[in-house]
C-alpha cells in the first residue's frame, strides 16, 4: 500500500482511520482473530456484510500486509485467510474497543469464544 495515496494528513490517527476506519475492517479483523478462516465463515457475521464489499476489505487488508490468502489444501476452488503478524497486532485496539463497549453501551456482550481477549499463542 501506497503510505502517501488518499492521506487526509501526516497525522497517526488520522493514517490509521485511513485504512481501518471504514464500517467493515475491524469487523473482519475481529472475525479472523475468532478463527475464521473462510469468505463464508466471514461472509456469515450477524452483521451481514456484502459479498462484493467483503472481497474488497480483504484484498485491501491482503495488499497490506495485514492478511494471507492461501489456497485451501482440500479444495483448490477456495482460499484461506490468516492474519499475519501486522494483523495480529491489531488484537490489542480490538481488545480495547471490545472493553470500551462493554462498560459504556448497554446491552453489550462479547462472543461466547473470545478470542479477541485472549493473547495470541
Known sequence: MNPNKNRRSGCPVACTLDILGDKWTLLIVRDLL??????????????GIARNILSHRLRQL?????VKREPDISDKRRFNYRLTER?????PILQSIAQWGLQNIDNTETLSDDSVNRSHE
Do not use: V
Open 34 to 47: 475468532h478463527g475464521a478462516t473462510q469468505f463464508d465463515e466471514l461472509r456469515n457475521a450477524p452483521e
Open 62 to 66: 491482503t495488499d497490506m500486509g495485514m
Open 87 to 91: 494483523g495480529e497486532s491489531l488484537r
